[in-house]
């Protein structure tokens, strides 16, 4: 018997891919550009722009309001955007994605109508020293206005969750469970499947914030089994202005409206108004319709290349400046945590990490300094600031390299 053709298994061409992304063929204080700040906000593929510039070129009108062709084009794209992120994260029903500015208007907008409706004083909600404050302020909003209370999960000291003592705080008045999926700081992946699984069991309701997340793992809400999932375009090699919401259809259909205004009607008089079906009651206004076509390119980029490889690129860029950085004199590393995603932060003894950036961006390099949207992280880990590398899809081991030796370049300066 003949042995079966041996299938071929796609390169992961990160030159091919780099090309894609112009700006990383500028240079930067006549140096080439490395960019190691995807955290922040990734770059954007040719493929993006084009899709942006090609909609304000020939199909630009305002969605949902007109009779005319241009709109009833613009309308069509901007839904099937919709479906494009709705199967991007597993999700059937597209009437469970409500399109936002950014993963955190959309923290708000459960916070403030889900919550605003279920939440009373002396309930709780549960996150984990992890987390951005994006997903620590609008809670201790709702405990100002409402009397709710804000309880921290610990962690240990490389950057994990300490499980026994995060499900012995799920008590009877967790309401809700709000934890990252991905830490933005530390790159800590938290075991969310097990988390939304207890909270569940003890009857709290769960939202994920996935915006470290989706555009370094396949990431399958329905499979997780979340309430609310959120994440942001920017991060995702799409546009700003644009984030996501997915939510179980049945609760939305309980929430209020979070705003007022257009699209979010059915009808108004001065005696009434009578509310849209979701996903639409919770979109007031125009929408960033441009930024959602944008958003859909972006998704059409990440599965043209594979989630599956884009994961294994960013993990050996992982393990390798793991051990690069570890080499470096006088460097350590915060949070170490065994399972984690491509975002490095490190403090050099002495120096602050504010010059170390300033040093780093005279020889090309783009890294995030300071606190990262994470105060009360920074104080756990006992640092005040840190330098934070973080990787994307089109990064090298070269970069790496070059990040090294910028680092060696920076204690040659200190001495």
Known sequence: MSALPKQSVPVFDVERIRADFPILSEKIHGKPLVFLDSGASAQKPRQVIEAMTRMYERTYANVHRGIY????????EYEKAREKVAHFIGVQDTREIVFTRNATEAVNLVAHSWGWQNLKAGDEVLITHLEHHANIVPWQILGERYGVKLKVAPISDSGELVWDEFVGMIGPRTKLVAVAHVSNTLGTILPVKEMIHVAHEKGAKVLID???????????????????????????????????LYARAELLEAMPPWQGGGDMILSVSFEKTEYNDIPHRFEAGTPAFVEAVGLGAAIDYVNSI?????????????????????AVNSLRLIGTAAH???????????????????????????????????????????????VRA????????????????????VREIFG
């Open 306 to 326: 594979g989630l599956e490889a884009i994961a294994a690129h960013e993990a050996d860029l992982t393990a390798y400046a793991t051990e690069k950085l570890s």
């Open 69 to 76: 062709q241009l709109s009833q084009l613009a309308t069509d």
């Open 210 to 244: 996935g915006s470290q997340a989706v555009q370094h793992m396949q990431v399958d809400v329905k499979a997780l089994d979340a309430d609310f999932y959120v994440f942001t375009g920017h991060k995702l090699y799409g546009p700003t202005g644009i984030g996501v």
């Open 390 to 409: 973080s990787f994307g899809m089109y990064n090298t081991r070269a970069e790496i390299d070059a990040l090294c030796a910028g680092l060696k370049r």
């Open 340 to 386: 984690k995603a491509g975002v490095m932060s490190f403090v050099l003894e002495g120096i602050h990490p504010h010059d170390i950036g300033t040093i780093l961006d005279r020889e090309g390099i783009a890294v995030r300094v300071g606190q990262h949207c994470a105060h009360p992280l920074m104080e756990r880990m006992g640092v005040q600031a840190t």
